[in-house]
């Protein structure tokens, strides 16, 4: 039987409108079981330390358990490739960093494409650099060190959690920007760099301050520069990199992202309770208190940012030629 043009449109209008009322139902029943955030790095590091601090906010806001599972190696990629085969449901979410838009050019045979794959959902911070040098380091300045990596080269050892790593190619940038040369050591972690830094066995790293702050605050190791353009008010006597190195700027920042397709409504719930956290005094200051900045951003200006980070990034690599472990 023909339907009367005006109940045809009416019912077609109907369909149209239904997808869009499944994804608003599905926002505003999220989360109804557990959610897990996959971290692809060890207990202790940057991303883990943010991850644990926002799911710990999640939880107490929508009445599940966000639970953070450390899922370390490949530099991230184990733990991206883990969340991009994942059911789009939000229920399987992923601790995204500045190492991945790295490792989007590094490795050249990954089964994922980060851009993607990964849907930006939320960022939460940014975090500043510090180049720092064992308390034995004779160098007190940016221009002492220099001047003695250009009378030593090769004979300074620059410690990172790893090739690949923003700790690694902000040292690469810096070498490219001061004509100096170092010895890369990578570790596997951060926490195991650092100590062999205390230590003496290697001279220099260019670390987040969300993993070094307290060491420096504590007389273990000594900051020579910040690599963000304006000093930190946790490390307010540390100058910027800038000031000795013209146009230098390099810095960490930890989000949170989700397989693509996952519902847009369960996205922007989640962006809105990011936003949320930073209007609340006391998730602001825990979050000071790691030496990083809050970093707010909506999914689509998040996904602009990391495209940006991308190219950045991906020109070091070729310039430095630095290949994959």
């Known amino acids: 039987m023909k339907l009367p043009r005006r109940q045809f449109f009416r019912q077609l209008a109907g369909a149209a409108v239904l997808p869009a009322a499944v994804r608003i139902a599905r926002a505003e029943s999220y989360p109804s079981r557990p959610v897990r955030i996959i971290v692809g790095f060890q207990a202790g590091t940057a991303s883990d330390i ?32 883990m969340v991009v085969r994942a059911i789009p449901d939000g229920y399987t979410l992923l601790t995204i960093a500045a190492v991945h838009s790295i490792s989007a050019t590094l490795y050249e045979n990954l089964n994922f494409n980060f851009a993607r794959d ?10 500043p650099l510090v180049m720092e040098v064992s308390p034995s380091f004779g160098a007190a300045t940016v221009p002492d060190f220099i001047a003695y990596a250009k009378a030593n080269p090769g004979k300074i050892n620059m410690a990172s959690p ?23 050591v990578p570790y596997r972690g951060a926490p195991p760099a650092l100590m062999d ?45 800038a000031d000795f190195v013209p146009g230098y700027e390099a810095s960490g920042w930890i989000g949170i992202g989700a397989p693509k397709n996952t519902p847009a409504g369960i996205v922007e719930k989640l962006n809105q309770e990011v936003g949320a ?15 990083g900045l809050a970093f707010a951003n909506s ?21 430095a030629n630095i290949k994959p472990e």
């Open 50 to 81: 943010i991850a644990r601090l926002i799911a710990q906010w999640f939880s107490d806001r929508l009445g599940q358990q966000f639970v953070v599972e450390n899922r370390p190696g490949a530099a991230g990629n184990a733990a991206a490739e």
């Open 118 to 127: 990964i849907a930006p959902v939320a960022s939460i911070i940014r975090t």
């Open 162 to 184: 790893g090739t690949g790593t923003i700790q690694h190619t902000a040292g690469e940038l810096f070498q490219m920007m001061t004509g100096t040369k170092m010895i890369h």
């Open 197 to 241: 830094l205390i230590g003496g066995r290697v001279q220099v790293m260019f670390d987040v301050t969300v993993s070094s702050i307290e060491f420096i605050k504590a007389g273990k190791l000594r900051p020579l520069a910040v690599t963000t353009t304006m000093r930190l008010s946790e490390l307010p006597q540390v100058p910027v990199m």
């Open 277 to 291: 956290a930073f209007a609340d005094p006391n998730f602001k200051t825990r979050l000071a208190e790691t030496g």
């Open 299 to 319: 999914p689509a200006e998040f996904r602009k940012f990391i495209a940006e980070e991308v190219d950045k990034w991906g020109k070091v690599i070729h310039t």
